[in-house]
Protein backbone atom coordinates (compact mmCIF):
# COMPACT_ATOMS: atom_id res chain seq x y z
CA UNK A 1 0.00 0.00 0.00
CA UNK A 2 1.70 3.33 -0.92
CA UNK A 3 1.70 6.29 2.03
CA UNK A 4 -0.14 8.90 0.55
CA UNK A 5 1.41 12.43 1.38
CA UNK A 6 -0.13 15.30 2.86
CA UNK A 7 -0.93 18.31 0.66
CA UNK A 8 -1.02 21.71 1.00
CA UNK A 9 -3.50 23.09 3.08
CA UNK A 10 -6.45 24.44 0.60
CA UNK A 11 -9.83 25.81 0.29
CA UNK A 12 -11.77 27.46 2.92
CA UNK A 13 -9.20 26.32 5.63
CA UNK A 14 -6.13 28.21 3.65
CA UNK A 15 -8.42 31.29 3.28
CA UNK A 16 -9.23 31.38 7.31
CA UNK A 17 -5.39 31.30 7.91
CA UNK A 18 -4.82 33.42 5.33
CA UNK A 19 -7.58 36.15 6.51
CA UNK A 20 -6.15 35.78 10.34
CA UNK A 21 -2.75 36.64 9.34
CA UNK A 22 -4.06 39.76 7.31
CA UNK A 23 -6.15 40.75 10.07
CA UNK A 24 -2.95 40.45 12.36
CA UNK A 25 -1.01 42.70 10.28
CA UNK A 26 -3.13 45.55 10.23
CA UNK A 27 -3.59 45.03 14.13
CA UNK A 28 -0.30 45.66 14.55
CA UNK A 29 0.32 48.60 12.29
CA UNK A 30 -2.71 50.24 14.21
CA UNK A 31 -1.41 49.31 17.75
CA UNK A 32 1.57 49.91 16.66
CA UNK A 33 0.50 53.61 15.68
CA UNK A 34 -2.31 54.27 18.06
CA UNK A 35 -1.82 52.04 21.10
CA UNK A 36 -4.49 49.64 22.07
CA UNK A 37 -6.64 52.46 23.47
CA UNK A 38 -6.54 54.35 20.47
CA UNK A 39 -6.35 51.80 17.83
CA UNK A 40 -9.83 50.18 17.50
CA UNK A 41 -11.42 46.86 15.38
CA UNK A 42 -13.08 49.35 13.51
CA UNK A 43 -9.76 51.09 12.21
CA UNK A 44 -8.49 47.30 11.73
CA UNK A 45 -11.48 46.37 9.76
CA UNK A 46 -11.23 49.38 7.61
CA UNK A 47 -7.60 48.46 6.36
CA UNK A 48 -8.66 45.55 5.43
CA UNK A 49 -12.20 46.81 3.83
CA UNK A 50 -13.94 44.05 6.21
CA UNK A 51 -16.81 43.89 8.41
CA UNK A 52 -16.36 43.83 11.95
CA UNK A 53 -18.25 40.76 12.18
CA UNK A 54 -15.17 39.09 10.13
CA UNK A 55 -12.49 40.56 12.68
CA UNK A 56 -14.88 38.90 16.01
CA UNK A 57 -15.60 35.65 13.80
CA UNK A 58 -11.73 35.27 13.80
CA UNK A 59 -10.34 36.64 16.99
CA UNK A 60 -13.80 36.78 19.68
CA UNK A 61 -12.59 40.39 21.20
CA UNK A 62 -10.09 43.32 20.74
CA UNK A 63 -8.41 41.97 23.61
CA UNK A 64 -7.84 38.29 22.01
CA UNK A 65 -6.79 40.08 19.02
CA UNK A 66 -4.46 42.03 20.67
CA UNK A 67 -2.84 39.14 22.63
CA UNK A 68 -2.64 36.74 19.48
CA UNK A 69 -0.57 40.37 18.45
CA UNK A 70 1.63 40.78 21.30
CA UNK A 71 2.73 36.80 20.89
CA UNK A 72 3.27 36.93 17.40
CA UNK A 73 5.71 40.30 18.15
CA UNK A 74 7.81 38.23 20.81
CA UNK A 75 8.86 35.21 18.93
CA UNK A 76 9.33 36.08 15.67
CA UNK A 77 12.05 37.59 13.23
CA UNK A 78 11.98 39.33 10.34
CA UNK A 79 9.72 40.74 7.97
CA UNK A 80 8.56 37.43 7.05
CA UNK A 81 7.53 36.85 10.85
CA UNK A 82 9.45 33.44 10.90
CA UNK A 83 10.08 32.04 14.53
CA UNK A 84 13.46 32.63 16.28
CA UNK A 85 14.72 30.36 19.30
CA UNK A 86 16.52 32.65 21.26
CA UNK A 87 16.80 29.96 24.09
CA UNK A 88 17.94 27.40 21.74
CA UNK A 89 20.74 30.19 20.34
CA UNK A 90 22.16 31.13 24.15
CA UNK A 91 22.55 27.38 24.37
CA UNK A 92 24.86 26.74 21.63
CA UNK A 93 26.82 30.66 21.37
CA UNK A 94 26.09 32.08 24.65
CA UNK A 95 24.01 34.88 25.71
CA UNK A 96 26.08 37.51 24.10
CA UNK A 97 26.11 36.68 20.66
CA UNK A 98 22.93 35.10 20.68
CA UNK A 99 21.54 38.73 21.82
CA UNK A 100 23.91 40.28 18.98
CA UNK A 101 22.48 38.51 16.42
CA UNK A 102 18.58 39.17 17.49
CA UNK A 103 19.37 42.85 17.73
CA UNK A 104 20.63 42.53 14.22
CA UNK A 105 17.32 41.17 13.12
CA UNK A 106 15.35 43.41 15.04
CA UNK A 107 16.26 46.05 12.53
CA UNK A 108 14.27 44.07 10.04
CA UNK A 109 11.28 45.06 12.04
CA UNK A 110 10.92 48.18 13.66
CA UNK A 111 6.75 48.36 13.53
CA UNK A 112 6.65 44.99 16.05
CA UNK A 113 9.18 46.49 18.34
CA UNK A 114 7.57 49.80 18.08
CA UNK A 115 4.45 47.96 19.12
CA UNK A 116 6.02 46.49 22.17
CA UNK A 117 7.37 49.94 23.17
CA UNK A 118 3.94 51.46 23.13
CA UNK A 119 2.42 48.51 24.46
CA UNK A 120 4.72 48.21 27.45
CA UNK A 121 4.14 51.89 28.30
CA UNK A 122 0.86 51.61 27.95
CA UNK A 123 0.32 48.49 30.29
CA UNK A 124 2.36 50.38 33.37
CA UNK A 125 -0.85 51.41 34.25
CA UNK A 126 -2.46 47.96 36.50
CA UNK A 127 -5.94 48.34 34.83
CA UNK A 128 -4.59 47.84 31.35
CA UNK A 129 -5.66 44.96 29.40
CA UNK A 130 -2.28 44.04 28.73
CA UNK A 131 -0.64 44.54 32.42
CA UNK A 132 -0.90 41.02 33.50
CA UNK A 133 0.96 39.71 30.00
CA UNK A 134 3.79 41.85 29.97
CA UNK A 135 4.38 41.43 34.03
CA UNK A 136 4.42 37.97 32.77
CA UNK A 137 6.11 38.24 29.61
CA UNK A 138 9.47 40.53 32.41
CA UNK A 139 9.40 37.53 34.95
CA UNK A 140 9.66 35.01 31.98
CA UNK A 141 12.24 36.98 30.23
CA UNK A 142 14.35 37.61 33.58
CA UNK A 143 14.37 34.28 34.80
CA UNK A 144 15.55 32.98 31.13
CA UNK A 145 17.95 34.79 31.19
CA UNK A 146 19.50 34.62 34.69
CA UNK A 147 18.73 30.81 33.54
CA UNK A 148 21.25 31.26 30.34
CA UNK A 149 23.54 33.48 32.15
CA UNK A 150 24.09 30.89 34.42
CA UNK A 151 24.80 28.35 31.62
CA UNK A 152 27.40 30.03 30.33
CA UNK A 153 29.03 30.10 33.75
CA UNK A 154 29.45 26.09 33.38
CA UNK A 155 30.83 26.45 30.06
CA UNK A 156 33.35 29.26 30.90
CA UNK A 157 31.72 31.70 28.41
CA UNK A 158 31.17 34.02 31.80
CA UNK A 159 33.01 34.59 35.11
CA UNK A 160 31.52 32.14 37.86
CA UNK A 161 31.65 35.06 40.23
CA UNK A 162 29.13 37.25 38.61
CA UNK A 163 25.40 37.36 39.66
CA UNK A 164 23.32 36.10 36.99
CA UNK A 165 20.20 37.26 37.84
CA UNK A 166 21.98 40.36 38.32
CA UNK A 167 23.10 40.37 34.75
CA UNK A 168 19.46 39.37 33.33
CA UNK A 169 18.30 42.41 35.36
CA UNK A 170 20.89 45.05 33.68
CA UNK A 171 20.69 42.88 29.93
CA UNK A 172 17.03 44.03 29.95
CA UNK A 173 17.21 47.35 30.87
CA UNK A 174 20.14 48.02 28.65
CA UNK A 175 18.47 46.13 25.30
CA UNK A 176 14.82 48.10 26.28
CA UNK A 177 16.41 51.50 26.50
CA UNK A 178 18.90 50.84 23.23
CA UNK A 179 15.71 49.80 21.12
CA UNK A 180 13.98 52.54 22.54
CA UNK A 181 16.86 54.79 20.93
CA UNK A 182 16.42 53.31 17.82
CA UNK A 183 13.11 54.09 17.76
CA UNK A 184 13.34 57.32 18.54
CA UNK A 185 15.92 57.67 16.36
CA UNK A 186 17.40 55.16 13.60
CA UNK A 187 20.70 56.62 13.17
CA UNK A 188 20.97 55.71 16.81
CA UNK A 189 23.83 52.38 16.32
CA UNK A 190 22.00 49.40 17.96
CA UNK A 191 23.78 46.63 17.51
CA UNK A 192 26.92 48.96 18.29
CA UNK A 193 25.62 49.85 21.29
CA UNK A 194 24.47 46.50 22.44
CA UNK A 195 28.22 44.94 21.87
CA UNK A 196 29.61 47.79 23.77
CA UNK A 197 27.61 46.77 26.88
CA UNK A 198 29.03 43.26 26.94
CA UNK A 199 32.50 44.74 26.43
CA UNK A 200 31.94 46.75 29.67
CA UNK A 201 29.82 44.25 31.52
CA UNK A 202 31.02 41.05 30.75
CA UNK A 203 33.84 41.09 28.06
CA UNK A 204 34.48 37.47 28.48
CA UNK A 205 31.47 36.62 26.96
CA UNK A 206 32.14 37.62 23.75
CA UNK A 207 35.64 35.86 23.48
Not at 3 to 11: E, K, S, Y
Request: aromatic share 8%; net charge neutral; charged share 25%.
Amino acid sequence: MSATRPGRVRGPYAKSAQRSKEILEAATAVFAARGYHGGTLRDISRQLNLSLTSIVHHFGTKYELLEAVLERADVTVGTGFAPFDFEADCVERGVALATIERVRSNLERPELLRLLAILAAESSAPDHPAHGWFVERYRKKSASLAEAFAYDQTQGRVDAARDPRLLSSLLIGTWDGIQLQWLIDPSHDMERAMRTFFEWAVPEALS
